[in-house]
T-cell receptor, first 113, second 116 residues
Framework: ETGVTQSPTHLIKTRGQQVTLRCSSQ?????VSWYQQALGQGPQFIFQ???????GRGNFPPRFSGLQFPNYSSELNVNALELDDSALYLC????????????FGPGTRLLVL | DQQVKQNSPSLSVQEGRISILNCDYT??????FLWYKKYPAEGPTFLIS?????DKNEDGRFTVFLNKSAKHLSLHIVPSQPGDSAVYFC???????????????FGKGTKLSVIP
């Protein structure tokens, strides 16, 4: 069974640029959630995707957007990067029905200069 | 407004003794609670969970206790081992904004150090 994978592992961007982060969900999981973890904080919910549609969103602006593909993999896109977007971005997959437990990938560390 | 609080940033315990990590929450709509362990440069790893209709769940060396009236849960690790040294996050699940969706709200974490 393959776990959740994310790419790239690290990324450096400059303010104003756009970034795309990728996630492959665990085998058999059809729901993907994205989280932002700033230094010294717990992960914060960005949004969740199910059946290729956004299905729940946290308190993040519209410049954070996503996609889910038919194979349940997902992308997180962030436009007009700001310095405060520097964080660890975590992807988690779960089984939609009764799947309270989310399984996390290793994360992508984004640094915005 | 922090809905899930872990008030101890760090905890040191001797190997073989009990580790107790605490978590408080404010939202009565949370219906499921989870503990995750995180090593540096890795994503959080699921450890143990408990439904809001239970007050205790045990899995090997790990036990989670839930006190709904106090809105408090704790994770007990007995006996503690050096490999348990990590950051532990408490998370709570509630319905999200989308139909059938749910989201996890995390505390800030407690760094556990188990001293050999």
């Amino acid at each position: 069974e393959t776990g959740v994978t994310q790419s790239p592992t690290h990324l450096i961007k400059t303010r104003g640029q756009q970034v795309t982060l990728r996630c492959s969900s665990q085998s058999g999981h059809n729901t993907v959630s994205w989280y932002q973890q700033a230094l010294g904080q717990g992960p914060q919910f960005i949004f969740q995707y199910y059946r290729e549609e956004e299905n729940g969103r946290g308190n993040f602006p519209p410049r954070f957007s996503g996609l889910q593909f038919p194979n349940y993999s997902s992308e997180l896109n962030v436009n007009a990067l700001e310095l405060d977007d520097s964080a660890l971005y975590l992807c988690a997959s779960s089984i939609k029905t009764g799947g309270e437990t989310q399984y996390f990938g290793p994360g992508t560390r984004l640094l915005v200069l | 407004d922090q809905q899930v609080k872990q008030n101890s940033p760090s905890l040191s315990v001797q190997e073989g003794r009990i580790s107790i990590l605490n978590c408080d929450y404010t939202n009565s709509m949370f219906d499921y609670f989870l503990w995750y362990k995180k090593y540096p440069a890795e994503g959080p790893t699921f450890l143990i969970s408990i439904s809001s209709i239970k007050d205790k769940n045990e899995d090997g060396r790990f036990t989670v206790f839930l006190n709904k009236s106090a809105k408090h849960l704790s994770l007990h690790i007995v006996p503690s081992q050096p490999g348990d040294s990590a950051v532990y996050f408490c998370a709570a699940k509630a319905r999200g904004s989308g139909a059938g969706s749910y989201q996890l709200t995390f505390g800030k974490g407690t760094k556990l150090s188990v001293i050999p």
